[in-house]
């Protein structure tokens, strides 16, 4: 099966789930990939301009023939980017739909025994180690770094992966993301339904997290955050929705260590990609998003894929395409 096919049936699977849900809303989420979608033309455009200015810094004669040309000779790879940059639109939106009702399906549940189960691998609460290490400006950085470095990253990986020049990894990159979103992210999540530690207090009345609510400065992103989630908790919407086992923020930023890994070895930006997973790490737990053993599942979770997306890659071509191709040749001769 070609990658793009089993890619299509995936996300066209969990796009059936999430229309039966209570949630789903087809005008919304139309609307949403439509404004993601634009980001297209802003990319055309800048691509445009890039090439423009390279051509004219060469005094190449005739620079509008030669950036037509280079468009028309990379036409299969940038369509098939463009393909799957608005697939991942539409994904997250499908994502984002049935994160919405994990709770509505499966109540939370395991948040107590992931919290003792952190305990009983940290020898403690993991947050009180690193607010005993950390102080509030340190509070304060990893609080930005988890949005704003975190969304440019994101942001990055996905159009690298959507128009790299080999094809092979963008194929297996692009399907690893849009499995990592739906079988870490959907089905990990209903079978391991959690909150995570801020919110422990509020589902289950237990005030074990107490102290980290109290530590954290009302005024921070992560703060302002958790109380829009919690107050806009079972309405639908892009960006709402609470789940915190497995973590996605971790699983995407391990997923981009195997990424880099096989772009370039282990050379300096695999160690700059797993320096970034690691600040994710410690934030996801130091803010009270997350348990660590959330980002532990994750990373057990996101090996497998990886491979799976590239034995999927490497599926050889249906025989009946093939012998049509042929016999098309032979008929055309």
């Not at 299509?8 to 796009?15: Q, S, V």
């Not at 497998?304 to 001769?333: F, N, Y």
Request: charged fraction near 15%; aromatic fraction near 12%.
């Amino acid at each position: 099966m070609d990658t793009r096919v089993f890619f299509g049936l995936f996300l066209a699977l969990h796009l059936g789930f999430a229309v039966v849900t209570p949630s789903f809303d087809l005008g919304g989420v139309i609307y949403a990939v439509y404004l993601q979608s634009l980001l297209l033309v802003w990319l055309f455009l800048i691509a445009a301009t890039l090439l423009f200015l390279r051509v004219a810094g060469k005094r190449m004669q005739r620079p509008t023939a030669i950036i037509l040309r280079t468009l028309r000779m990379n036409r299969a790879h940038l369509v098939e980017g463009a393909l799957f940059l608005v697939a991942l639109s539409l994904m997250m939106q499908v994502y984002m739909v049935l994160k919405v009702s994990i709770p509505a399906l499966i109540p939370f549940y395991a948040d107590p025994w992931l919290a003792d189960a952190d305990a009983l691998l940290f020898g403690k609460d993991p947050w009180r180690i690193t607010h005993a290490l950390l102080g509030e400006n340190a509070t304060r950085f990893l609080d930005m770094f988890y949005v704003t470095p975190c969304m440019v990253v994101t942001v990055g990986m996905t159009l690298w992966v959507c128009f790299s020049k080999d094809r092979a990894f963008s194929r297996r990159s692009t399907l690893a993301i849009m499995m990592c979103w739906f079988v870490i992210g959907i089905w990990a999540a209903l079978l391991l339904s959690s909150a995570g530690p801020v919110y422990m207090q509020h589902f289950y009345g237990d005030p074990r997290f107490a102290d980290l609510t109290a530590i954290l400065p009302p005024d921070l992103i992560a703060a302002r955050t958790q109380e829009y989630l919690l107050e806009s908790f079972g309405s639908p919407g892009f960006g709402k929705g609470i789940s915190a086992m497995p973590s996605m923020h971790n699983a995407l930023y391990l997923l981009l260590i195997w990424m880099v890994h096989d772009r370039f070895g282990n050379g300096w930006q695999l160690w700059i990609a797993i320096a970034f997973e690691g600040l994710v790490f410690v934030a996801s737990v130091h803010l009270g998003w997350h348990y660590a053993l959330d980002a532990i599942v994750a990373l057990v979770l996101v090996v497998p894929i990886w491979h799976i997306a590239g034995r999927i890659e490497k599926l050889p071509m249906p025989a009946l395409r093939v012998s049509t191709i042929r016999a098309g040749a032979r008929a055309a001769t």
